[in-house]
């Protein structure tokens, strides 16, 4: 009896063993596919020329120059305006709040900016500027609303790297007769910019990728070269990949696509790759 | 972050919000994706010549009146015409719709379906199929499968202008359809993916694998989809590409209108796959 | 610039400073009443002028008819889908390499999953339309492979990386004595997990599940490319195999047709503010699970 128990359950260690190499197999599977098709598929696409011509033929010839240089924008302008207030937010909440609940009024606000939907977030974009503030469909107004994505993020990652600064710092500078401005500058800036930067890169890299935000709001179809001015649309990768995808059996547009697809995630891995890297180099820097 | 990097920064936003302020003219135009190859290869040519910059953007007829309407575009692009719900919420505009050339909305089957032979519909076997009242092809002459009725986007101009012609109403509701698709790029996708698949397409996007029906008239007569018949005006299906303007039109605007309906502008409706307006029907052969 | 900033007294700095941290939290927080606010305005006209109509299964501008059913069902069975493959594939995995002694695999794994993290869902759109729907179609002889079955594969894959990184984590936080004791029983791997580390580990597993949830709800791009957008329930109502809509997907390609101000336009912004609520309840209540987690 006990035997056929001891039985019964060493099948049932087999099988559970079994299904969790199986699960991870098959997670390690997909993943190869993806990569593997986006780099494959991407590879016979990309060349110099590629990355360094316009696009012609609605994108179904020529390059995607103008879309990495739109993308590039959209995302460089939009790091520019969340800095100050992510900044500001995070020193407020690490410097400022001593209430527990104040603080959790922010984190409220900072996770509920970060659990929006980027589809929502363009159909704001689409309100408040593109109609009511009558700005058109414009780069700015793209890099606004990128913006308003990337400031949870960037706030969380600035404030964390405020917290593990050591209070013996705060204290030394007090007992040295600092002000609060004068902390601030002196120790907790110099002390949390990895922090900064790299929150900024992290951001950045999601930014890049998205489309849904921008689609109805940034960005154009076909024209568009580099903008004169913040206000006209730009290009960009996302959008041109799904008017691309949109034409999935027309091989020149699908090959373009995936072209595109691959320049974007190098894109990404750049940006994440450049937080991982100001993560220790600047942390060590203002360490020392 | 030092006071190096703050003044930088105050300094690089203060400049890009000065950049900012000094637009320069441009000429934006968006809608639908039928008129868009034409109007888009014109802009093209416009802009070297001329160096004027043009913005083209697709997105549908609807949303080329909407933002045309709203002042976010210069120039609209419908593939049908102007509704009254949509001149009546925009009363304090004038718009004025300007054709620019003709194209025909054509019943697309499946290269397999026309291989097994079925190369015409009439009117009411069309309506039968999108009302859900035929499902198999072997009730319209063709092999034993399924319809797959492929529907489009209810702002779309190409799909108005079908149901108004072929069914009657063109806001009647396809019980038949089993997918909606937006673009005419994307419905020539899914249409080349099936194997038993009716959908419509403007002539221009006629290939091996998305063949065009023949139309059969109450009367028994069979008119094929060509630019000929659209030119002539016996195909039934027929309707003007135009683009919308408002009354306030900028110069620069509307210099690019009178170089789209000028021989040279005309030229990129035909090579798109149009019948050209101001053009001599004779001149379409080759 | 610079030196009249010097000049100031060092309180007006001090207040100056004060100032702007709390004006720029002000902002940050704000952003979301606002958001919340703006949206909240412009469904009105959809609520009071199509009130009626917006329960039903009818969706027809032109005709007045907004009957967001088969959007709200069509969110709901394509999450469904996605939970069903991505969640049991995820914990399984997780526990894998949990247990593993080899710090190799992890290492890799975890590598991985921040490469998949990077891919936009853009990309897993193109995937979807170029791999996944036509093996679907073919594979089941269908003539399209736009499906909500589609639509739920690919969200699986997209949040698979979520919730196999979060369990991952949640069983390396039950603490290494429940484990051993366990193991000294002489239980099996299987029972370890179900006696001792589940019962640890499960708020913070359905804190993972729930985030991963919030953002497949949310997900726009790749579940617009392969879902059909048909504003149809399907039928019968368990047909994975037919064509759908979800919110995001109906957003995504009906926002820029719609006139601002219309009815129309109104009854999307409902839908959007529908959508941003219940991502927001998922991600509060995820919180709530890993806050529940710590406590044990």
Not at chain 1, 114 to 124: D, E, K, M, Q, R
Not at chain 1, 205 to 211: K, Y
Not at chain 2, 76 to 95: L, Y
Not at chain 3, 83 to 104: C, D, H, Q, W
Request: glycine share 8%; with cysteine; aromatic share 8%.
């Amino acid at each position: 009896m006990s035997n056929v128990r001891r039985y019964k359950r060493n099948i049932g260690d087999k099988v559970f063993a079994a299904a969790t190499r199986g699960a991870l197999g098959l997670c390690f599977a997909i993943l190869t596919f993806l990569i593997g098709a986006i780099i494959w598929q991407g590879g016979k696409a990309i060349s110099l020329e590629f990355l360094l011509m316009p696009a012609q033929d609605f994108g179904a010839s020529g390059g995607i120059f103008y879309q990495i240089v739109g993308s590039l924008l959209l995302v460089i302008v939009a790091a520019v305006l969340v800095l100050p207030f992510a900044v500001g937010t995070a020193l407020y909440r690490s410097e400022y709040v001593s209430s527990a609940r104040r603080k959790r009024l922010i984190d409220l606000a900072l996770y509920s900016l970060n659990a929006i939907p980027s589809v929502t977030y363009g159909v704001f974009g689409l309100i408040l500027f593109v109609n009511i503030f009558g700005t058109g469909i414009s780069w700015f107004v793209g890099s606004i609303i990128l913006a308003m994505m990337m400031l949870p993020t960037v706030t969380i990652t600035a404030y964390q790297s405020m917290q593990a600064i050591s209070d013996d710092y705060r204290e030394n500078a007090a007992a040295l007769g600092l002000t609060r401005a004068q902390q601030i500058r002196s120790v907790i800036l110099p002390q949390s910019l990895h922090g900064i930067v790299t929150g900024l890169l992290i951001g950045l890299a999601r930014a890049i990728g998205e489309t849904a935000p921008i689609m109805f709001i940034a960005t154009a179809f076909s024209g568009v070269s580099v903008p004169r001015s913040l206000l006209e649309p730009v290009a960009s990768l996302p959008t041109h990949i799904l008017a691309l995808a949109q034409q999935a059996t027309n091989p020149d547009a699908l090959r373009n696509a995936w072209g595109a697809s691959l320049t974007l995630i190098m894109l990404v891995m750049l940006f994440s790759m450049m937080a991982y890297y100001a993560r220790f180099k600047l942390m060590t820097f203002s360490r020392k | 972050m030092n006071n190096k990097t703050l003044n930088f920064t105050i300094l690089a936003i203060c400049s890009l919000a000065l950049y900012g302020c000094s637009r320069p003219e441009i000429v934006s135009i968006s809608g639908s994706t039928t008129v868009l190859p034409a109007v888009s290869k014109a802009a093209q040519a416009y802009q070297n010549r001329h160096g004027q910059n043009i913005i083209v953007n697709a997105g549908g007829s609807g949303s080329g009146f909407n933002q045309l309407a709203e002042g976010q575009t210069d120039i609209g692009m419908m593939s049908r015409d102007i509704t009254e719900g949509e001149i009546a919420r925009f009363s304090q505009h004038v718009f004025t719709p300007i054709a620019i050339g003709r194209d025909a909305v054509v019943p697309v089957v499946s290269s397999e379906i026309y291989e097994a032979g079925v190369t015409q519909l009439s009117f009411a076997q069309m309506t039968d199929i999108y009302k859900g009242r035929i499902d198999n092809w072997n009730a319209v002459g063709g092999p034993d499968k399924e319809i797959f009725v492929i529907d489009k986007e209810s702002s779309s101009g190409t799909r108005q202008t079908f149901f108004e012609i072929v069914l009657g109403d063109k806001k009647a509701e396809a019980a038949g359809a089993d997918l909606v698709i937006g673009s005419n790029n994307e419905e020539q996708t899914a249409m080349t993916q099936s194997d038993a698949a009716i959908g419509m397409l403007s002539l221009a996007w006629l290939n091996e694998d998305v063949r065009g029906v023949s139309i059969v008239t109450d009367i028994g007569v069979i008119i094929e989809p060509t630019l000929e018949n659209v030119a002539n005006g016996t195909y039934p299906i027929s309707r003007d590409l135009n683009i919308v303007v408002r009354g306030d039109i900028s110069p620069a605007a509307q210099g690019f209108v009178d170089y789209l309906l000028s021989p040279d502008g005309q030229d990129f409706v035909q090579n798109s796959g149009y019948v050209p307006v101001n053009k001599p029907a004779h001149s379409l052969e080759q | 610039m610079k030196a009249r900033f010097s000049t100031l007294s060092a309180r007006s700095k001090n207040s100056a400073l004060k100032t702007y941290v709390s004006a720029s939290c002000l902002v940050s927080a704000g952003l979301v009443l606002l958001i919340f606010g703006l949206m909240l305005v412009q469904s009105f006209p959809a609520l009071s002028e199509a009130g009626g109509t917006l329960f039903t299964t009818r969706w027809n501008p032109t005709d007045n008819q907004y009957g967001m059913l088969p959007m709200l069902y069509g969110t709901l069975v394509v999450m469904l889908i996605a939970m069903v493959f991505a969640v049991p594939i995820g914990i399984l995995a997780a526990i894998y390499i949990a247990e593993t002694r080899s710090e190799k695999l992890r290492r890799l794994t975890r590598s991985a999953l921040e490469i998949l993290a990077g891919v936009p869902s853009i990309v897993y759109g193109l995937i979807g339309i170029a791999y996944v729907s036509v093996w679907v179609a073919n594979g089941l002889s269908l003539q399209t492979g736009r499906l909500i079955l589609t639509a739920g594969l690919i969200l699986a894959i997209m949040i698979l990386p979520t919730i196999l990184s979060l369990t991952t984590d949640a069983i390396l936080n039950v603490p290494r004595d429940v484990r051993e004791n366990a193991q000294a029983l002489g239980l099996y791997r299987y029972e370890v997990f179900k006696d001792a580390i589940w019962p640890v580990a499960k708020a913070d597993i359905a804190g993972a599940a729930l985030l991963a949830l919030g953002r497949a709800l949310g997900e726009t791009m790749a579940v617009m490319l392969v879902i059909g957008s048909i504003d149809r329930l399907p039928q019968p109502l368990y047909n994975v195999l037919s064509s759908g809509q979800t919110i995001t997907s109906k957003l995504g390609r009906e926002v820029g047709e719609s006139a601002f101000g219309s009815t129309h336009f109104s009854a999307l912004v409902l839908m959007s503010l529908i959508l941003v609520s219940i991502t927001i309840l998922l991600t509060a209540a995820s919180q709530h699970f890993f806050r529940a987690g710590r406590h044990v």
